[in-house]
């Protein structure tokens, strides 16, 4: 047996992927290295990442910049818990979070994960309400369609229904869930399918409103909840029904943070102003794991008047330095502008290359924001296959339920933007 023949076979018989059986799985592809936007494979094949590794290497792979940030600060220190010490990393990252995120917010706390820092926006939003002497109010409410991670308060925001966690009914907290906003970026305030769905929601938080803590909410872009595309003024909508509820209103950004449909944050499609904000994913440039939320200072004070005092949560790895360096480094890169056009690239190549599937009679929708391009079928893909036709055109997709999707990083040029969508194309003919 070959190395990598070994590899792969402990790989199958011990090593759980995620979303996978853990006895006789799908075998997995060996990745040896990566650069760009490539990867390369076992058999010595590269192929085009089009999924960004899950929408977080937003750089590409081996980036000058980031791999120099990450090694310098491997030389330094590479970790020191965040309990009683700091360092110039974790200051340094918090002050560039705040130089671009919406205005307002001004205090930072870093978690391990995307789903962790879902668990602590909840836990800030119940604390907060606490502290204003509203401990009754403990629901949150969020859309239909949602996803928010896989940790179990996160869990109990997406979608009871067709979630990927509809298999906990009465483990999770029951939240209250409007109806998914109707699809479309372009909807305006008059448009009647929204004015529906606005009195809905509008409905439920009089209905609900004493019990309630927070509206959390993907803003304009649905992740894996279905890649659903939704009007900015539904964020609107939220926000004045917030106030006049004295809710909280949560943006879960680490989907949609850092330029990936369009504006740096989705909330700036909008014109809204959060009260607390989750990023991740593309926050390290997917070189480490790291996430942060970010409050408004009325958040901060309602959580201290609150009675633990301070916020229940500390992450042994929290404010991690390598993390927080790349992560820097990372903004430095976004923040010289070029992600806009880059994007706006993107979104042109893939609005061109997956126009040729309307109409096709195994789609149901095609939708681009962004750098974000999504096919949407009428029967759920079959995902080795797809996979595997993806493949042969120099391309790696990870479709799921229904859909076959792209994100791809940004630095893709008009040519590698093409690969990608002659795979989907094929892959639609061939297998979806």
């Not at 966690?165 to 109806?179: D, K, N, S, T, Y």
């Not at 009195?199 to 409103?209: H, I, K, M, N, S």
């Not at 872009?221 to 926000?239: D, E, F, N, T």
Request: aromatic share 6%.
């Amino acid at each position: 047996m070959t190395g990598l023949e070994q590899v792969l076979a402990f790989d199958a018989a011990h090593v759980w992927h995620p979303y996978a059986p853990a006895v006789n799985p799908v075998p997995a592809l060996l990745v040896t290295a990566a650069a760009g936007v490539r990867l390369r494979l076992g058999d010595g094949s590269e192929v085009i990442d089009a999924m960004s590794s899950w929408w977080a290497a937003v750089h590409g792979y081996a980036h000058p910049v980031l791999d120099a940030a990450l090694a310098a600060q491997a030389g330094r220190m590479s970790h020191v818990m965040f309990g009683g010490l700091t360092h110039q990393p974790a200051v340094d990252l918090g002050r560039r979070l705040l130089a671009m995120t919406p205005e307002g917010l001004e205090h930072v706390f870093f978690c391990d994960s995307g789903s962790v820092s879902v668990e602590v926006a909840v836990k800030m939003c119940l604390q907060f309400q606490q502290g204003s002497g509203r401990p009754q109010r403990r629901r949150l409410l969020t859309v239909r369609g949602g996803y928010h991670g896989d940790t179990f308060a996160a869990m109990s925001l997406c979608d009871p229904v067709g979630g990927m966690h509809a298999l906990f009914p009465g483990i999770l907290p029951e939240q209250v869930f409007a109806p998914r906003p109707p699809a479309g970026f372009h909807r305006g305030p008059d448009d009647p399918d929204l004015k529906e769905w606005a009195d809905q929601v509008t409905e439920l938080a009089d209905r609900y409103g004493p019990s309630l803590a927070a509206i959390v909410v993907e803003p304009v872009l649905q992740g894996a909840g279905g890649m659903w595309i939704y009007s900015p003024h539904c964020l609107r909508v939220l926000r004045e029904i917030a106030d006049r509820h004295e809710l909280l209103l949560v943006l879960d950004e680490i989907a949609t943070g850092f330029g990936r449909i369009g504006a740096l944050f989705a909330a700036g499609h909008a014109g809204v102003l959060p009260d607390v904000m989750c990023v991740g994913k593309a926050l390290s440039g997917g070189y480490l794991s790291l996430a942060a939320v970010l409050c408004t200072p009325a958040v901060a004070a309602g959580v201290d008047a609150s009675p633990a005092g301070a916020l229940l949560h500390g992450p042994t790895f929290m404010g991690n330095p390598l993390a927080c360096a790349v992560a820097s480094a990372n903004l430095d890169l976004l923040a010289d502008g070029a992600w806009t056009d880059q994007v706006a690239r993107i979104e042109r190549g893939l609005a061109d290359g997956l126009q040729p599937l309307v109409g096709h009679p195994a789609v149901a929708d095609v939708r681009v924001l962004g750098a974000v391009g999504v096919v949407q079928t009428r029967r759920p893909v079959d995902v080795p296959a797809v996979t595997a036709v993806a493949l042969r055109h120099g391309v790696w997709v990870r479709p799921f339920r229904d859909l076959i999707y792209t994100m791809p990083p940004y630095l893709c040029t008009r040519d590698d933007v093409d690969t990608i969508t002659r795979a989907i194309r094929a892959a639609v003919q061939e297998a979806g």
